[in-house]
Nanobody, 123 residues
Framework: QVQLAESGGGLVQAGGSLRLSCAASGRTFNNYLMGWFRQAPGKEREFVAYTRWSAGSTYYADTVKGRFTISRDNAKATVYLQMNSLKPEDTAVYYC????????????????WGQGTQVTVSS
């Protein structure tokens, strides 16, 4: 079992930055693939980014590529999402997720979820 807790959301103006954190506890964190998803009001939850067990391996949705950076600190059992050049369309609840096996980038491919943190980008 893995428990996840997000933090770092808030209100920011367009063009600004935020860094989200996801603290993990439970099973061996190092072995898990960690992802970030987001869900805007009235929309389905969508994939944002993931990082594999090796910190050098990352993958991003096209909508955030070049603006967001996912990273992890295994010693702290924490994964981060640095979000730069934020746009109003980035407004959503952001969720941290984990899975022991790579099965794709749909939300159903991830087994464990945090409660989410709200990010609001004003124009």
């Amino acid at each position: 079992q893995v428990q996840l807790a997000e933090s770092g959301g808030g209100l920011v103006q367009a063009g600004g930055s935020l860094r989200l954190s996801c603290a993990a506890s439970g099973r061996t964190f190092n072995n898990y693939l960690m992802g970030w998803f987001r869900q805007a009001p009235g929309k389905e939850r969508e994939f944002v980014a993931y990082t594999r067990w090796s910190a050098g391996s990352t993958y991003y949705a096209d909508t955030v590529k070049g603006r967001f950076t996912i990273s992890r600190d295994n010693a702290k059992a924490t994964v981060y999402l640095q979000m730069n050049s934020l746009k109003p369309e980035d407004t959503a609840v952001y969720y941290c997720a984990a899975t022991p096996y790579f099965r794709g980038t749909t939300s159903s491919a991830f087994d464990y979820w945090g409660q989410g943190t709200q990010v609001t980008v004003s124009s």
